[in-house]
C-alpha cells in the first residue's frame, strides 16, 4: 500500500517562497515517476511539476523558471520549491505516485496579493 504524506503548504506573500514536502511509503518507490498537481477553487487539477526514477523534470508553462521538483529516494520523499510566487499559484497542491496511482490529502498554498 502506498501512502503520501504532503506538507509545507501555507499563507505568504507574492514574491516569496514555499517548499512542499512528501513523504512517501510503499515499494517500488525509487523508480516511480512522482508528480505535483494543484486544484484551483473551480478549476480543473493541473499537473504542475513531474520527476522520473531517473532524475528527469518536466513542467507546467505556468511555472517554469519558478518551480523545481526533486527527490531523494533514500528518504523516500519528493520536494517542490517554489519561488517567485504569484497570487494565481493559490491552489491545493497534491503529491502523486504516477507509476501506482496513488495520492496525497493534499496541502493548501495561498499567496496574497
Known amino acids: 500500500q502506498v501512502q503520501l504524506v504532503e506538507s509545507g503548504g501555507g499563507l505568504v506573500q507574492a514574491g516569496g517562497s514555499l517548499r512542499l514536502s512528501c513523504a512517501a511509503s510503499g515499494s517500488f518507490f525509487s523508480i516511480s515517476s512522482m508528480g505535483w498537481y494543484r486544484q484551483a477553487p473551480g478549476k480543473q487539477r493541473e499537473l504542475v511539476a513531474a520527476i522520473t526514477g531517473g532524475g528527469s523534470t518536466n513542467y507546467a508553462d505556468s511555472v517554469k523558471g519558478r518551480f523545481t521538483i526533486s527527490r531523494d529516494n533514500a528518504k523516500k520523499a519528493v520536494y517542490l520549491q517554489m519561488n517567485s510566487l504569484k497570487p494565481d499559484d493559490t491552489a491545493v497542491y497534491y503529491c502523486?505516485?504516477?507509476?501506482?496511482?496513488?495520492w496525497g490529502q493534499g496541502t493548501q498554498v495561498t499567496v496574497s496579493s
Open positions: 502523486t505516485n504516477m507509476m501506482r496511482g496513488s
